[in-house]
């Protein structure tokens, strides 16, 4: 093995260039890899591991107390299927108040109070990371995560809720969510509850068919209607690995993409190696060496830069995915999330593996290959491949260079399909980065109305400082086009602890509104809109009815429509709604487009000067997820785009050193540098043309598998012009990729056949 390890590592010196290439490829490939794999594997994971510490709720229930009584309840959950349980606990969301650090009262919120003896218990133990908990009447713990942003209520301050007024002594951190706040079960009934809580452990939790078993067995024998609504925890763990769910959809492709290019790439630099190395083969087995043992030097020569690669991808995709997943898993209070370990060590073992398969088919004709055979090969001269289809080219009307130039790829087929396979997948790299970036911008410019809310305008001092007489003020500006108004009510829907923000909108919804994906605008009191990702996570349809709590009680509300919007906790309703939640609203904020030929700024001033009282502003940008996207596109495709230019480089290396004797002939008849420089880039370049027609198709299948998982991934809807992205202009730039993938791999080599002399040919003959 000594002698296998001496000429291997020979040809890794001799061949340092080769060397070089293997293991950018894979060190690029595996990057991808390994954070592809590392978010995927712990997409879950932190959420699940925090959830277990405190017993977390795997259902949390909200029932009407004026239907199921306490005894109903605590006999339904003896079914052998429940693990544990905890409750039946009062509940009641109130109206609350709170006096601000500067001495002034913040806005009135609903919050979801909760009737509690003990923070511990089997479901559910609540961390008190600050303050104790409430032991007497008056006082009150709010649930705030520890690392979260923020700080929802001091100690000691003064909360006014449901005509008490409590004083926060702790604050606790739920991960079920099963409250804002919890008081003494004495305090909770001076409350007067209009629900009780019931939170439940399964013995089988893990998927929905499991937990809608779970929820009908824990409701059989209820009064109906008693259920008034539900919160499952695996919603609760979707919404935690949501983001990082949406970053593996696209990770995952580019890093199959790089995968597929590295495998290519290594098959094309063996097997280069091989036919250039045909008289170092005839050598080594002149001096004894078996052909088994040839074959190890082949494998070990491409094997040592991959392992070298490999490692540094690894490191580098590990540095890589701690920032995402910290992003990610930021508000679960773990701390120091990273890549699993066995996502290093299946990347470390898996990828030089994948590489030295690749190797193997043609490091098996050197091990075929007679002594004899091999160093008559290595000095005889090339003939034969190719000659036809020269032959015709000569008979055109093409440049000399150029009709050469085309038909250097037939001289090595397998070589130059090995190339343009490689042309092809960087095409396909480029055509779904291209096609994802524009995905996402008209996605992000459609959720946001860019274009057509120019303007959005705000009452002075806030929703308290405006008037109901705004709107028709605004109207009358000079350059006013149409007018949305608009104003936001705090609600809680019955069973969730989430505070649900109710738009109402006023005006010009038909050209102002959010567009519809699927049903209809809401029209009518009580009927609502709301985005697919709200239907989502609370199993819901369109048609259905849920409920939601405000200030004047329990309201009944109706879905009629999904529209393209990116909030969870949102609901959009016509202004009619406003009569049963707060019949005294009106807008405190505008959203305007104007007419044709206005200027933005010019209007601002317009409004500066006719309502004084009112605040115009230009809309804010869009999601810092989109941003964090297409920087991530764009660099993965470039890491593909420099990856398949190293494939085109490595078969122009080999191409212009196998043919040292024909360009010395050519330069000794009178062909130019530039002439040569020319031949050598068309050849490539004709292999990047035919890659690129056969990269775009399958870039465009690729995209329109990508977008859609990303979309699922996110929850959200969107509409077909966001899918729908490749025009013809767009297609011709996409054509012309490979051509520039293959030219600027082939340029280098090139120029250093064009300024290689006869006598430098002839001394190395």
């Known amino acids: 093995m000594s002698a296998v390890w001496v000429a291997a590592r020979a040809a890794v010196r001799r061949r340092r260039l080769q060397t070089t290439v293997v293991g950018i490829v894979v060190l690029v490939s595996t990057t991808m890899i390994v954070v592809a794999l590392?978010?995927?594997?712990?997409?879950?994971?932190?959420?699940?591991?925090?959830?277990?510490?405190?017993?977390?709720?795997?259902?949390?229930?909200?029932?009407?107390?004026?239907?199921?009584?306490?005894?109903?309840?605590?006999?339904?959950?003896?079914?052998?299927?429940?693990?544990?349980?905890?409750?039946?606990?009062?509940?009641?969301?109130?109206?609350?108040?709170?006096?601000?650090?500067?001495?002034?009262?913040?806005?009135?919120?609903?919050?979801?109070?909760?009737?509690?003896?003990?923070?511990?218990?089997t479901v559910d133990q609540l961390n008190v990371w600050d303050g104790r908990w409430a032991t007497r009447s008056g006082e009150v713990v709010v649930n705030q995560n520890p690392a979260g942003p923020g700080r929802s209520f001091d100690i000691g301050e003064q909360v006014s809720v449901g005509g008490a007024t409590l004083t926060v002594v702790g604050r606790a951190y739920s991960m079920s969510r099963s409250a804002d706040a919890w008081v003494t079960p004495e305090q909770m009934t001076a409350l007067r509850p209009t629900a009780t809580q019931m939170l439940y452990r399964f013995t089988a939790a893990g998927t929905t068919s499991q937990m809608e078993?779970?929820?009908?067995?824990?409701?059989?024998?209820?009064?109906?209607?008693?259920?008034?609504?539900?919160?499952?925890?695996?919603?609760l763990r979707e919404e935690a690995a949501r983001e990082v769910a949406t970053y593996v959809a696209f990770l995952v492709a580019f890093g199959v993409l790089g995968l597929a290019v590295a495998i290519l790439i290594v098959a094309n630099v063996v097997s280069g190696a091989v036919v250039a190395g045909f008289r170092h083969i005839g050598v080594l087995k002149a001096l004894g060496f078996t052909p088994t043992q040839v074959l190890v030097v082949y494998l070990t020569m491409v094997s040592v830069p991959a392992v070298i690669g490999c490692v540094l991808g690894i490191g580098l995709g590990n540095v890589l995915a701690r920032p995402l997943l910290s992003q990610a898993f930021r508000n679960l209070g773990s701390e120091g999330i990273g890549v699993p370990i066995w996502v290093s060590v299946a990347a470390l073992v898996g990828v030089p593996l994948m590489v030295a398969l690749s190797a193997f088919v043609p490091a098996m004709r050197a091990?075929?290959?007679?002594?004899?055979?091999?160093?008559?090969?290595?000095?005889?001269?090339?003939?034969?491949?190719?000659?036809?289809?020269?032959?015709?080219?000569?008979?055109?009307?093409?440049?000399?260079?150029v009709s050469l130039g085309l038909g250097l790829p037939f001289a090595r087929p397998a070589r130059s399909a090995l190339t343009m396979a490689a042309v092809v997948l960087g095409v396909t790299s480029v055509t779904l980065a291209i096609g994802l970036g524009d995905s996402l911008t008209r996605y992000q410019r459609a959720e946001a109305r860019s274009g057509a809310v120019q303007v959005e305008v705000f009452a002075s001092g806030g929703p308290d400082g405006g008037s109901a007489q705004d709107e028709a003020l605004l109207r009358s500006v000079p350059g006013t086009r149409y007018v949305l108004g608009a104003a936001d009510l705090m609600v809680r829907q019955v069973g969730s602890t989430e505070q649900t923000m109710l738009k109402l909108y006023k005006g010009d919804t038909a050209a102002l509104g959010q567009l519809v994906l699927e049903g209809r605008w809401p029209s009518a009191a009580g009927e609502v809109a709301v985005a697919k990702r709200f239907l989502v996570q609370r199993g819901l349809s369109i048609g259905d009815t849920f409920t939601v709590e405000a200030g004047k009680g329990p309201i009944p509300v109706r879905i009629v429509g999904m529209v393209l919007y990116n909030e969870t906790e949102t609901i959009i309703a016509d202004w009619s709604t406003a009569a049963l939640v707060d019949p005294d609203a009106f807008p405190d904020r505008f959203e305007v487009q104007l007419a044709e030929g206005t200027s933005v700024q010019a209007y601002i001033d317009a409004v500066r000067k006719t309502a004084p009282g009112?605040?115009?502003?230009?809309?804010?940008?869009?999601?810092?997820?989109?941003l964090i996207a297409l920087v991530t596109f764009t660099l993965l495709t470039l890491m593909l785009t420099v990856v398949a230019a190293l494939g085109v480089f490595n078969t122009a290396v080999l191409s212009t050193r196998e043919r040292r004797r024909d360009l010395g002939m050519l330069k000794s008849i009178g062909m130019t540098p530039s002439q040569v420089t020319v031949m050598v880039v068309t050849s490539m370049a004709a292999l990047g043309a035919l890659g690129g027609l056969l990269g775009i198709p399958i870039g465009i299948a690729a995209h329109r598998v990508v977008l859609p998982a990303m979309a699922n991934a996110a929850q959200v809807g969107f509409p077909d012009a966001v899918l729908n992205v490749y025009k013809a202009p767009t297609l011709v730039l996409l054509a012309l990729a490979g051509v520039a993938i293959a030219a600027i791999g082939a340029f280098l080599p090139a120029r250093s056949a064009a300024r290689t002399t006869i006598a430098q040919v002839l001394h190395n003959e």
């Open 38 to 121: 590392g978010l995927l594997a712990v997409s879950a994971g932190p959420f699940d591991q925090a959830y277990d510490r405190q017993n977390g709720a795997h259902l949390t229930v909200a029932y009407d107390r004026a239907k199921a009584t306490d005894a109903q309840l605590t006999s339904a959950a003896g079914w052998s299927g429940v693990a544990a349980v905890a409750g039946p606990f009062g509940q009641a969301t109130l109206e609350a108040t709170a006096g601000s650090a500067g001495g002034g009262r913040r806005p009135a919120m609903p919050l979801t109070v909760v009737g509690r003896a003990d923070p511990q218990g």
């Open 213 to 235: 078993k779970d929820e009908a067995e824990v409701s059989k024998g209820l009064p109906a209607g008693a259920r008034l609504g539900s919160t499952s925890y695996l919603v």
């Open 367 to 401: 091990r075929r290959l007679p002594a004899a055979e091999a160093i008559s090969a290595g000095s005889a001269p090339h003939t034969g491949r190719g000659q036809r289809v020269q032959r015709w080219l000569s008979g055109t009307r093409l440049p000399r260079a």
């Open 614 to 626: 009112l605040v115009a502003v230009q809309p804010e940008a869009g999601e810092e997820f989109i």
